[in-house]
């Protein structure tokens, strides 16, 4: 079904009553729901939001648009949890009621202040002539789980120079400060990040563009400044990033800058290592990453991407986010990967062996985990979500000895977004065993090389048929299959 505008940019309550209450049970035949991943209850979720530790909890927010797997008037709908992997609906959280976020509430961040959790994003409004207004605002969530808006905008006006793609706030706490990272564009059509400063979350100050010097596309999303042991971590969305800046293929990459250390009174970074894919991987977009209390840098993604299309819009609902990382610096290489709190969604275990040059063949749930060490100079594949025959997989063929790695989504009954490219490929160490530690999710699969120095997330849409797994390689080595379940 196409979508007018006016379908998609409904006010919530003209929606009938029952409309959801049926959607979902529509929803309930899909074939592709997910099991252990954050998926919408109706309709479409992209970025992760307000992603934070408050009150006792894990609190975590997303864009919502309940009403159709489409991108529509956006919403925040709220998630809590005791363990980073059950999540308990909370509901809609900050619906696009206010003059100054009409058209959406956009992505942002949370933060804990005294006894309260402090809510930033952005209000994206169009006026008349549907051209677009940004709106940095700021809203409050008490212990109970009640949210009360502020009024009036943080920030009202885009500064001198910048257009009105101007979104996705994150504040962090910086010494006796608060910051408020934003991404932007320049009226150049180059992408930015600007950064305020303020000292009670009321008055903010514009310190500028964060000096970086490097390529951003046109357009900046989801920008994150993290300080991550003692380097300064930045995840960011650059559209438009130049394909020789950084080779990729995806309609727009999420990813990493890692630097010395960020000064406030330039508003730069030190020594910014050149820009680097956070995931090589298809559908990995929007990352937002916090310091939790107990130390960790802990992040978490959208799986999904922007103008692609997917299978599940026919069925009334779409994507969904990724498992919890945590992201740590070692030898000065990033590192992602799940959280120790993943090991509870596992209920039975079997090891399998895989025999020189004969295939390990398992019957699956399209539920499940696989740990693997690949010995040095051994070639094969792995091929997930397979028919019986291994004719229809997503199938990741390795070989230890030149370090490469790539997957491969083409033998499928449903094409995604081709144009893209349906492969990935990403490159190891050379002449050395490879550890793969992947998660399998009926329609999505997250894949972890030596322990999240690369990552690969797929999203990949099986018949009802295509429910094995085959593991062959022309040396000796063990599977560690694991059930999972919520
Ligand atoms: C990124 C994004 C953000 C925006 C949100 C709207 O996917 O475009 O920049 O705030 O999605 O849903």
Redesign the pocket.
Same mark, same amino acid.
């Given at each position: 079904m196409e979508w007018t505008q006016e379908q998609r940019y409904r006010s919530y309550q003209d929606w009938p009553a029952d409309y959801l209450e049926h959607l979902k049970n529509t929803i309930q035949a899909s074939n592709w729901r997910l099991n252990y991943h954050i998926q919408p209850v109706t309709g479409l979720v992209?970025?992760p939001n307000g992603f934070s530790f408050f009150n006792g909890e894990w609190h975590l927010f997303y864009?919502a648009?309940p009403f159709g797997a489409v991108?529509g008037l956006?919403s925040w709908y709220h998630v809590s949890s005791s363990d980073l992997i059950h999540w308990e609906e909370k509901g809609l959280a900050l619906a696009p009621d206010s003059v100054y976020d009409a058209q959406?509430v956009?992505? *942002?961040s949370g933060l804990p202040v005294g006894e309260k959790l402090f809510l930033a994003?952005?209000g994206?409004v169009r006026d008349q002539a549907w051209e677009r207004h940004s709106y940095q605002l700021g809203a409050w969530m008490d212990t109970d789980g009640v949210i009360e808006k502020i009024e009036e905008p943080l920030i009202k006006q885009m500064p001198e120079g910048i257009t009105a793609h101007f979104?996705?706030p994150q504040i962090i706490r910086y010494k006796e400060t608060y910051l408020m990272i934003i *991404?932007a564009q320049t009226t150049g059509e180059k992408g930015t990040i600007l950064v305020y400063e303020s000292y009670d979350l009321k008055k903010w100050r514009n310190l500028g563009t964060l000096a970086i010097s490097q390529d951003l596309g046109f357009m900046v999303?989801?920008p994150n400044l993290l300080f991550i042991e003692d380097k300064i971590l930045l995840l960011l969305?650059p559209q438009g990033l130049n394909q020789k800046t950084l080779p990729y293929q995806n309609v727009y990459p999420n990813t990493y800058i890692l630097a010395d250390a960020y000064k406030k009174e330039t508003n730069s970074l030190e020594n910014p290592a050149p820009q680097q894919l956070l995931d090589e991987g298809f559908d990995l977009?929007?990352t937002q990453a916090f310091t939790a209390p107990d130390g960790r840098c802990l992040s978490i993604g959208?799986i999904g991407l922007?103008e692609m299309s997917y299978p599940t819009f026919e069925d009334g609902w779409a994507h969904c986010l990724s498992l919890v990382k945590e992201l740590k610096i070692i030898d000065g290489q990033l590192l992602q990967y799940p959280v120790a709190e993943t090991k509870e969604l596992r209920r039975s275990y079997e090891q399998l062996i895989v025999e020189s040059n004969e295939a390990v063949t398992k019957e699956t749930t399209n539920c499940y985990e696989l740990e693997m060490v690949i010995p040095k100079n051994t070639q094969g594949v792995v091929q997930l979500f397979a028919d019986e025959k291994g004719e229809q997989s997503l199938s990741l063929t390795y070989d230890t000895t030149v370090g490469k790695v790539r997957l491969d989504r083409r033998k499928t009954d449903e094409p995604l977004n081709p144009a893209f490219g349906e492969t990935r490929e990403t490159v190891l160490e050379e002449n050395s065993p490879l550890h793969l530690r992947l998660f399998v999710d009926h329609s999505t699969c997250e894949l972890f090389f030596n322990h999240g120095l690369k990552t690969m997330t797929a999203a990949y849409y099986p018949t009802p048929q295509q429910l094995n797994l085959f593991v062959r390689g022309n040396r000796k080595f063990q599977l560690d299959y694991y059930l999972l379940e919520k």
């Open positions: 992209n970025d864009q648009f991108h956006k959406g956009y992505s *942002g994003y952005t994206n979104r996705d *991404g999303e989801c969305c977009y929007a959208w922007p």
